[in-house]
T-cell receptor
Framework: GDSVTQMEGPVTLSEEAFLTINCTYTATGYPSLFWYVQYPGEGLQLLLKATKADDKGSNKGFEATYRKETTSFHLEKGSVQVSDSAVYFCIHGGSQGNLIFGKGTKLSVKP | KAGVTQTPRYLIKTRGQQVTLSCSPISGHRSVSWYQQTPGQGLQFLFEYFSETQRNKGNFPGRFSGRQFSNSRSEMNVSTLELGDSALYLC???????????????FGPGTRLTVT
């Protein structure tokens, strides 16, 4: 069945460090892929998306590339800030029309 | 444009009671989905409504139900509450619902339900 596997956290980085959060998926067909972010006490916000193979989504310095050959959608940022501390979810549009979520990766950035 | 709103934000109920949660989608959005978020299970899909019809349903017992009104506002109901129903319930709206499609969902802040 459809699923998403993302690296377990928590991930703790110093400010200005490089961030990678790995995400792989299994799906029927070629779903859209998303990264959402959840700040403490809030709902999820769309961070970026990619709708087809080799698409690169980017926003606020974050990037992720839709890799069909490796079924991956890893999230990267070159220099994280304290304000990036949140939980990040890798998600794909399931074959039934609902979203399939990864378990989330908590990121803590220390000054 | 106003975002997705959910009411109430916090709720405390006792076992055996029932509860109704409300979600108002972004204006113009006709699809509303509900999700349950718990520390143990993460985010799980409950159901999705489009134009007042339930089109998709997750793997939850029949105690969980929902509906959508003609103005796209949606409610979900949980009857005979159990301790394990304690969770953050998130509502999300989108313009359209396409299987495996390119739609984006916009989430509300959630309703925190505590069952004692």
């Amino acid at each position: 069945g459809d699923s998403v596997t993302q690296m377990e956290g928590p991930v703790t980085l110093s400010e200005e460090a490089f961030l990678t959060i790995n995400c792989t998926y299994t799906a029927t067909g070629y779903p859209s892929l998303f990264w959402y972010v959840q700040y403490p006490g809030e709902g999820l916000q769309l961070l970026l998306k990619a709708t087809k193979a080799d698409d690169k989504g980017s926003n606020k310095g974050f990037e992720a590339t839709y890799r069909k050959e490796t079924t991956s959608f890893h999230l990267e940022k070159g220099s994280v800030q304290v304000s990036d501390s949140a939980v990040y979810f890798c998600i794909h549009g399931g074959s039934q029309g609902n979203l399939i979520f990864g378990k989330g990766t908590k990121l803590s950035v220390k000054p | 444009k106003a975002g997705v709103t959910q009411t109430p934000r916090y709720l405390i109920k006792t076992r055996g009671q029932q509860v109704t949660l409300s979600c108002s989608p972004i204006s113009g959005h006709r699809s509303v989905s509900w999700y349950q978020q718990t520390p143990g299970q993460g985010l799980q899909f409950l159901f999705e409504y489009f134009s007042e019809t339930q089109r998709n349903k997750g793997n939850f017992p029949g105690r969980f139900s929902g509906r959508q009104f003609s103005n796209s506002r949606s409610e979900m109901n949980v009857s005979t509450l159990e301790l394990g129903d304690s969770a953050l319930y998130l509502c999300a709206s989108s313009l359209a619902q396409l299987a495996g499609g390119t739609y984006e969902q916009y989430f509300g802040p959630g309703t925190r339900l505590t069952v004692t």
